[in-house]
């Protein structure tokens, strides 16, 4: 089995202010992990993934997300945040082998004040 | 040239009717869903359809019946639809369960389905 836990519904950050949102998964077998973002009135777009490999991995818009196994952990960062940022983000996890369906978190809404 | 396109974007009906979402990919991939959104932003999982056929069928009143005439093509209709039935509704695709496949999801704009 497997699933994700996003902490945090909602994180609130300054323009220019570092993002962080919290991402842990539960996997019985080596992930596949992945951040989609979705903005107001859109469909989700994946963000980054990591699948095997460099365990920092970069995605679109100065996204990371670093995955830690012994943290269970892949938590996605941003040095500074930019308005067009504010959007719901979603962690999921998938088997690397076996069912591919993802399991996806309950998803993290970021806010950015001016 | 949109990769996966779901009509219409928006539906507005009255509780009792039958209504029906399309979805279409044009990425060549062999896997296709059904999720929906609630107000609070949660995703689940409806259906998924591989190769045309059902592998998942989710806790779903079978008031939802999903149709795939063919791998790029995943239908859902609606019967005798309720209130509770209001939420967003996205169809995506994937390449899924071939060796070597991620299985990244793609998605389309989502229906936004309201029961008065």
């Known amino acids: 089995a497997q699933s994700v836990t996003q902490l945090g519904s909602h994180v609130s950050v300054s323009e220019g202010a570092l993002v962080l949102l919290r991402c842990n998964y539960s996997s019985s077998v080596p992930p596949y992990l992945f951040w989609y973002v979705q903005y107001p009135n859109q469909g989700l777009q994946l963000l980054l993934k990591y699948t095997t490999g460099a365990t920092l991995v970069k995605g679109i818009n100065g996204f990371e997300a670093e995955f830690k196994k012994s943290e269970t952990s892949f938590h996605l960062t941003k040095p500074s945040a930019h308005m067009s940022d504010a959007a719901e983000y979603f962690c999921?996890?998938?088997?690397?082998?076996?069912?591919?369906?993802?399991?996806f978190g309950r998803g993290t809404s970021l806010i950015v004040h001016p | 040239d949109t990769a996966v396109s779901q009509t219409p974007k928006y539906l507005v009906t009255q509780m009792g009717n039958d209504k029906s979402i399309k979805c279409e990919q044009n990425?060549?991939?062999?896997?296709m869903y059904w999720y929906k959104q609630d107000s609070k932003k949660f995703l689940k999982i409806m259906f998924s359809?591989?190769?045309?056929?059902?592998?998942i069928n989710e806790t779903v009143p079978n008031r939802f019946s999903p149709k795939s005439p063919d791998k790029a093509h995943l239908n859902l209709h609606i019967n005798s639809l309720e209130l509770g039935d209001s939420a967003v509704y996205f169809c995506?695709?994937?390449?899924?369960?071939?060796?070597?496949?991620?299985?990244?999801?793609?998605f389309g704009e989502g229906s936004r389905l309201t029961v008065l």
């Open positions: 990425l060549g991939h062999d896997t």
């Open positions: 359809y591989n190769n045309k056929e059902l592998i």
């Open positions: 995506a695709s994937s390449h899924g369960g071939r060796t070597g496949s991620t299985g990244e999801l793609f």
């Open positions: 999921a996890v998938r088997r690397s082998g076996g069912s591919y369906i993802p399991t």
